[in-house]
């Protein structure tokens, strides 16, 4: 068998020693993450949003994309009108012209957002849909990705990933050109922390 | 084989295709470059990323057994493939089962390396390359000239008149944005008839049984979420050891490769999808082999981002065909003599030893010296040319003669003073035909120290 082979070839052949060196804690820098963060996303091409209060999601999906006939989300107080519980295909969010996700966890360095399969309900729905909207807690933005995947444990769901801005593509003599095969824009929503009192 | 001289010859007989090709991929480096300096541990990560990579070939056999229970416990199936046949005939039996006439596939080297596509064409399965740089080569039926960026080596017009043939775009038309428009419309209908996707993969975790593919697009995702069964294929030496891992190598990849911060899509895959089926496909394909080589073993921790490539002054000018591998540039011309020595000969003579392949590169794989180590293995195993072999016997004759040396030396000065231009320049002197030959001094350095030290 193969397995054994390989196995076996490798033992033969791999070299001694090298132990795992333990990762640093690297110094966060003095911005505030939250700043950073923005900058990030905007650079990647995304644009940020500051959400204050109830209803201001939905003013904002509303106010971006007044012509939007299907929006897709399973957040609670979004009007979706695209029953994400009926969908048996994955294929049938093709015409899916905005969706809104909840994100877990935003990485100040590189403006990435961590999204589970939970969070999305079909894998396929964040890249699928014309447009994307990302809802974040802005107390949910560390620093780097050493402490973001300190936080996230990355088996917790079947599918989980890091979203960085809208697809994109240079494979055309470096021209950079949004909209690939998957979302063509991406919208992040911060949410203040709940401030107590 | 043609050379790889041979062949950049071919290519830089167009002069400003050169310079655009040059500039194009020094672009790249620079953005590479800043992205690098804008974090402060850059160099720590760095060593730690290769520190990791040690500790993985030092282990591979238990990681790759760890990964497997861990990846069969989420539901997923586990293939071995001792070679790229085996790996072809494990992915054409999965389709089978499935009766999949369609395949849609994001970017993967391993894929390339074993010649996948033809495979399952020749056996009726339609496999379309969803990475916009890949499918514009496969619609051109060319191969990849670099790992990240595919078609690197085509302009804006060629790619508007091949989508033009191809996919019906204006004729003439070559704006990136409508023509990846164009695309988009074309490779949605591919998606959603697809019944497999394949992907390659950039990190598989030994620790959760999972694996990580870094995309810009979208396309690996697009495929792999769509079509009900998923084949994820790597090499054995994808495997790091735990998530917290990621973190270093997210860090790195997007840096080196792009200059981004992070690719847009880093996606972690550990169980099928809901009535989805899962397969990964962990290859070896002469790596083991590789492992063996203790001068050569290092180049397995590459996490193919291609910064060695852009930086390179003879690939920039020289273009990635001209190596006539998969896996062009530095890291291709240590990786091919150890797949067949005598065919890929040429390739660590393309070279200028700079150096700066592993200043670049993200696990510090110490590119340069391993291209002069495989000079010396391939001039032990008489694989020179004879006109290099010659040369390289005269050379070292003179050289150790100082007799010889002395005289040798005094008839070049007076030869390139005195001789008219065609004894110098002619078919004979491969350092005469594309530059001039230095001016010779009065005399030479021992003759000047000699004159000195009298003197006194
Ligand atoms: S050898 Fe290093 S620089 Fe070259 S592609 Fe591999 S990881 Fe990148």
């Known amino acids: 068998m193969s397995k054994n082979e390989i196995l076996a070839a490798i033992r033969r052949n791999k070299p001694t020693g090298a132990v795992l060196p333990s990762i640093p804690t690297f110094p966060e820098g003095k911005a505030s993450p939250v700043v950073t963060f923005i900058t990030m996303v905007e650079t990647g091409g995304g644009q940020v949003i500051r959400a ?38 994955p294929s049938e969010l093709e015409p899916v012209d905005v969706a809104v996700i909840s994100g877990r966890l935003g990485v100040a360095e590189n403006g990435a957002i961590w999204v589970t399969e939970e969070d999305c309900i079909h894998r396929v729905l964040p890249f699928i849909t014309q447009h994307l909207f990302l809802l974040l807690d802005e107390a949910a ?57 | 084989m043609k050379e790889h001289a041979q062949k950049s010859a071919e290519f830089i007989r167009d002069e400003s295709r050169t310079d655009w090709h040059d500039e194009a991929l020094w672009f790249v480096r620079s953005k590479r470059d800043r992205a690098a300096h804008s974090i402060a541990e850059w160099e720590q990560l760095r060593e730690l990323a290769s520190q990791v990579k040690d500790n993985v070939l030092a282990h591979l056999d238990q990681y790759l057994e760890q990964f497997e229970a861990n ?33 849609v596939k994001s970017k993967s080297m391993l894929t390339e390396e074993c010649h996948l596509n033809e495979y399952l064409t020749e056996r009726g399965v339609e496999v379309v390359d969803t990475d916009l740089g890949e499918r514009i080569i496969q619609l051109k039926e060319e191969p990849p000239s670099h790992i990240v ?17 191809k996919l019906h775009t204006e004729k003439g038309a070559s704006d990136p944005q409508y023509l990846t428009e164009a695309a988009r419309q074309h490779l949605r209908q591919k998606f959603l008839a697809a019944g497999a996707a394949i992907t390659g993969v950039n990190f598989a975790v030994a620790e959760t049984g999972g694996v990580v593919v870094c995309t810009n697009e979208g396309n690996a995702d697009m495929g792999v979420h769509l079509a009900p069964v998923q084949i994820h294929c790597m090499g054995i030496e994808k495997i790091i050891p735990r998530a917290e891992h990621l973190g270093i190598f997210t860090r790195l990849l997007a840096r080196s490769a792009t200059g981004q911060p992070i690719t ?47 930086t390179c002054p003879i690939y920039r000018r020289s273009g990635g065909h001209s190596y006539g591998y998969t896996i062009p540039g530095p890291i291709g011309s240590i990786l091919t003599p150890g797949i067949d020595l005598k065919k890929y000969s040429g390739l660590p ?18 590119i340069h010296e391993q291209l002069y180590r495989w000079r010396q293995v391939i001039v032990r195993e008489g694989h020179l040319p004879p006109a290099k072999r010659q040369g390289m016997k005269w050379a070292g004759k003179v050289l150790s003669n100082p007799g010889w040396y002395n005289s040798l ?48």
Not at chain 1, 67 to 84: M, Q, T, Y
Not at chain 1, 162 to 171: E, N, V
Not at chain 2, 152 to 158: T, V
């Open chain 2, 71 to 103: 990846a069969q416990r989420n539901g997923v199936h586990v293939h071995w493939a001792a070679d790229a046949a085996e790996h072809n005939r494990i992915v054409h039996s999965i389709l089978e089962k499935h009766n999949v006439q369609r395949l």
């Open chain 1, 141 to 197: 933005i560390v620093h780097n990705m050493h402490q973001a995947y300190e936080q996230i444990q990355v088996d917790a769901s079947g599918f989980g990933l890091f979203i960085a801005g809208p697809s994109k593509t240079a494979d055309i003599e470096q021209s950079l050109v949004i909209g690939a095969q998957g979302a063509r824009s991406l919208t992040v929503v911060l949410e203040p922390p709940l401030t107590s009192g």
């Open chain 2, 264 to 310: 847009i899509y880093t996606s972690h895959y550990h169980r099928p999808k809901v009535n989805g089926e899962m397969h990964i496909v962990i290859v070896d394909n002469g790596r083991t082999t590789q492992l063996g080589r203790a001068d050569f073993r290092n180049s397995l921790k590459c996490i193919r981002c291609g910064a060695c490539m852009n």
């Open chain 2, 349 to 366: 003579f393309a070279s200028t030893l700079c150096g700066s392949c592993s200043d670049v590169c993200p696990v510090k794989i110490n």
């Open chain 1, 52 to 89: 204050s209060g109830p209803g201001a999601l939905q003013a904002a999906i509303e106010n971006r994309f007044p012509d939007a006939k299907r929006i897709a989300s399973p957040i609670p107080g979004v009007k979706s009108n695209v029953a994400l519980g009926a969908i048996h295909s």
């Open chain 2, 149 to 165: 960026m595919p078609a690197i080596h085509l302009k804006k017009e060629e790619v508007g008149e091949l989508f033009h043939q």
């Open chain 2, 409 to 456: 030396g005094k008839l070049t000065r007076w030869a390139l003073r005195q001789l008219p231009r065609p004894f110098l320049y002619n078919s004979f002197n491969e350092w005469g035909r594309d530059r001039e030959l230095p001016q010779p001094p009065r005399q030479s350095f021992k003759e000047w120290y000699q004159n000195k030290k009298t003197e006194k």
